[in-house]
């Protein structure tokens, strides 16, 4: 059975940093491009970033270029986010996304809040 589960969430003041964690498991791990989305109170979802399974390219969303850096650890099977510089916009669920072929999984989610 696969999963992935984030963790890392919380709250934070603005300016202040997070890194979330996916743990990864039931996949073949490296085969998958992977990327982390987020969905903020009354907003659609959004890509913030991702990864490429091959050569670990990365690409951003404009609003947390310079900011956030995602990376990967296929040995430990788990996707990282590192977020510096929160701002109150970035409060949202951040959720890790995982697609091979037509292999494509998702998980839960975890809760950033960034607040005075």
């Known amino acids: 059975q696969v999963q992935l589960m984030e963790s890392g969430g919380g709250l934070v003041q603005p300016g202040g940093s997070l890194t979330l964690s996916c743990a990864a498991s039931?996949?073949?791990?490296?085969?998958?491009?992977l990327s982390w989305y987020r969905q903020g109170p009354g907003k659609e979802r959004e890509l913030v970033a991702s990864?490429?399974?091959?050569?670990?390219?990365?690409n951003y969303a404009d609003s947390v270029k310079g900011r956030f850096t995602i990376s990967r650890d296929n040995a430990k099977k788990t996707l990282y986010l590192e977020m510096k510089s929160l701002k109150l916009e970035d409060t949202a669920v951040y959720s890790c996304?995982?697609?091979?072929?037509?292999?494509?999984?998702w998980g839960q989610g975890t809760q950033v809040t960034v607040s005075s």
């Open positions: 039931g996949l073949s791990f490296s085969n998958y491009a």
């Open positions: 990864i490429s399974s091959v050569g670990g390219s990365t």
């Open positions: 996304d995982a697609k091979w072929a037509w292999n494509h999984y």
